[in-house]
């Protein structure tokens, strides 16, 4: 009952991932034609021809779809995405900003998950998730690696750099996080004993920026320090970095609204005022539109709250409003999705709402509906740092990694727009992505 009710329920279609549910059916061909057969009825060699089989089958796949992504980026490019043969399969595939190596990728993520050994259990969600996670850090550790190598060129050899300069614009620069369940537990911060936090720091000191965006709003830097004490103290203390390495972290808060960056001489987060950072289509939504959005968005999660009797509080904040579940009580996962889709199709017919950004999503224990999304906090890096660095750092550049990528009711989709992603849906695997990110920039070639 349990089983098939959680199949059920991650077959709605606001839970989905076409772009992997299409990757499923084209496997789901040859884990068929190996199926295992009785006991008894073939020998150690025949298993292991078949095996092997089974793995060029699955690898030939991927190697199609490496090609694939390759046309739909040149047709993107040539501004016909739609044309794309990859779009006439997957109507709703977005922008993939890099080449994705997707037969490497399964040959690692093979040997880690046995995926081609499997004959009773088909490849999965998370197989695939996992696979495409490989493939985007495979590709951007591989162009780190080629454009630090250039870049050494280039200092020895004057004059003869030119020509690759513009390969070298690819390197991975910055590396943004959601917060909650991507780089800690739900509700709880980062503290010193984090595994994450050396990987961190090993990022930083090859001058890669760190950026946190998260939903949390808050106006005083000291709050995110409460979220994030045990990075800043090892930040602060780390011999790894100099002092410009320690400044390339940043957070930005409440999705899109605050900029905090790290700063030597306070020793923590300092407050970035928003003329510095404020993109310029943002310089376009009023104020008005912004409270008015604001407050019909309030009304209506009171209004579900009564009309579902749910035991929760509307709390409202500068730049938005959520409802959080009363002390000691719970909100089950139904009651949370039904009132943030009621809420995205509410906000969407509103006109003020119209006018600017906004997104509503599910918290995991509670519904929030902010001004601007995680797209807009990633690019707010990107522009902020490309000025203070004097250098362009855009989607090709950017990784962002977060828990929450389903289409509706998730903040972390709105990044893929912005950004190359990986899905994670744990500390754990983030720490795993990351180390896997750090091999392949120290020793990419081996892989």
Same mark, same amino acid.
């Given at each position: 009952?349990?089983?098939?009710?959680?199949?059920?329920?991650?077959?709605?279609?606001?839970?989905?991932?076409?772009?992997?549910?299409?990757?499923?059916?084209?496997?789901?061909?040859?884990?068929?034609?190996?199926?295992?057969?009785?006991?008894?009825?073939?020998?150690?060699?025949?298993?292991?021809?078949?095996?092997?089989?089974?793995?060029?089958?699955?690898?030939?796949?991927?190697?199609?779809?490496?090609?694939?992504?390759?046309?739909?980026?040149?047709?993107?490019?040539?501004?016909?995405?739609?044309?794309?043969? @990859?779009?006439?399969?997957?109507?709703? #595939? &977005?922008?993939?900003?890099?080449?994705?190596? +997707?037969?490497?990728?399964? !040959?690692? *993520?093979?040997?880690?998950?046995?995926?081609?050994?499997?004959?009773?259990?088909?490849?999965?969600?998370?197989?695939?998730?996992?696979?495409?996670?490989?493939?985007?850090?495979?590709?951007?550790?591989?162009?780190?690696?080629?454009?630090?190598?250039?870049?050494?060129?280039?200092?020895?050899?004057?004059?003869?750099?030119?020509?690759?300069?513009?390969?070298?614009?690819?390197?991975?620069?910055?590396?943004?996080?959601?917060?909650?369940?991507?780089?800690?537990?739900?509700?709880?911060?980062?503290?010193?004993?984090?595994?994450?936090?050396?990987?961190?720091?090993? @990022?930083?000191?090859?001058?890669?920026? #760190? &950026?946190?965006?998260?939903?949390?709003?808050? +106006?005083?830097?000291?709050? !995110?320090? *409460?979220?994030?004490?045990?990075?800043?103290?090892?930040?602060?203390?780390?011999?790894?970095?100099?002092?410009?390495?320690?400044?390339?972290?940043?957070?930005?808060?409440?999705?899109?609204?605050?900029?905090?960056?790290?700063?030597?001489?306070?020793?923590?987060?300092?407050?970035?005022?928003?003329?510095?950072?404020?993109?310029?289509?943002?310089?376009?939504?009023?104020?008005?539109?912004?409270?008015?959005?604001?407050?019909?968005?309030?009304?209506?999660?009171?209004?579900?709250?009564?009309?579902?009797?749910?035991?929760?509080?509307?709390?409202?904040?500068?730049?938005?409003?959520?409802?959080?579940?009363?002390? &000691?009580?719970?909100?089950?996962?139904?009651? +949370?999705?039904?009132?943030?889709?009621?809420?995205?199709?509410?906000?969407?017919?509103?006109?003020?709402?119209?006018?600017?950004?906004?997104?509503?999503?599910?918290?995991?224990?509670?519904?929030?509906?902010?001004?601007?999304?995680?797209?807009?906090?990633?690019?707010?890096?990107?522009?902020?740092?490309?000025?203070?660095?004097?250098?362009?750092?855009?989607?090709?550049?950017?990784?962002?990694?977060?828990?929450?990528?389903?289409?509706?009711?998730?903040?972390?989709?709105?990044?893929?727009?912005?950004?190359?992603?990986?899905?994670?849906?744990?500390?754990?695997?983030?720490?795993?992505?990351?180390?896997?990110?750090?091999?392949?920039?120290?020793?990419?070639?081996?892989?």
């Amino acid at each position: 009952m349990t089983s098939r009710y959680r199949v059920d329920y991650a077959l709605k279609e606001h839970r989905r991932d076409e772009f992997i549910q299409f990757i499923k059916g084209l496997l789901a061909t040859p884990f068929v034609l190996y199926a295992v057969k009785p006991a008894g009825t073939i020998s150690d060699v025949e298993e292991l021809m078949i095996d092997s089989e089974a793995k060029r089958r699955y690898a030939e796949i991927f190697h199609d779809l490496e090609n694939l992504v390759e046309n739909h980026i040149e047709m993107t490019k040539a501004g016909i995405p739609k044309i794309s043969r @990859l779009h006439q399969l997957v109507p709703s #595939i &977005g922008t993939f900003f890099t080449p994705l190596p +997707l037969e490497k990728a399964f !040959y690692i *993520e093979d040997e880690r998950r046995s995926i081609s050994k499997r004959r009773l259990v088909a490849p999965s969600f998370n197989d695939i998730r996992l696979i495409l996670n490989t493939a985007q850090v495979l590709r951007l550790a591989t162009t780190f690696q080629n454009g630090k190598s250039r870049y050494l060129t280039m200092k020895g050899h004057p004059g003869g750099g030119r020509g690759h300069q513009n390969d070298d614009c690819e390197r991975l620069q910055l590396v943004t996080f959601d917060g909650d369940i991507t780089l800690y537990n739900d509700g709880e911060n980062l503290q010193a004993d984090s595994p994450l936090i050396l990987q961190l720091i090993s @990022l930083m000191s090859k001058d890669i920026c #760190i &950026g946190i965006v998260t939903a949390a709003g808050y +106006l005083d830097a000291e709050k !995110y320090y *409460e979220r994030l004490g045990g990075l800043v103290d090892a930040v602060k203390q780390s011999e790894l970095l100099t002092d410009s390495q320690r400044e390339n972290m940043l957070v930005v808060g409440g999705e899109a609204n605050y900029m905090f960056r790290y700063s030597n001489e306070v020793g923590g987060f300092s407050s970035v005022d928003r003329d510095e950072w404020m993109l310029r289509d943002m310089k376009d939504w009023t104020e008005d539109d912004i409270t008015e959005s604001l407050d019909f968005a309030g009304k209506n999660l009171a209004r579900l709250m009564e009309k579902l009797a749910l035991p929760a509080q509307i709390i409202r904040k500068e730049r938005s409003v959520g409802m959080v579940p009363l002390d &000691g009580c719970h909100l089950i996962r139904e009651q +949370l999705e039904e009132v943030v889709l009621r809420i995205d199709r509410d906000m969407k017919r509103f006109e003020a709402a119209q006018k600017i950004k906004w997104c509503a999503f599910n918290g995991g224990a509670d519904v929030w509906v902010d001004i601007g999304d995680k797209a807009y906090g990633v690019r707010i890096l990107q522009s902020y740092l490309s000025r203070s660095k004097d250098e362009t750092i855009g989607p090709v550049n950017t990784l962002h990694v977060g828990d929450q990528f389903a289409s509706l009711g998730a903040n972390d989709y709105a990044s893929r727009t912005a950004a190359a992603t990986a899905w994670v849906s744990s500390p754990r695997e983030t720490y795993k992505l990351l180390k896997d990110l750090l091999d392949f920039m120290d020793d990419w070639a081996t892989y």
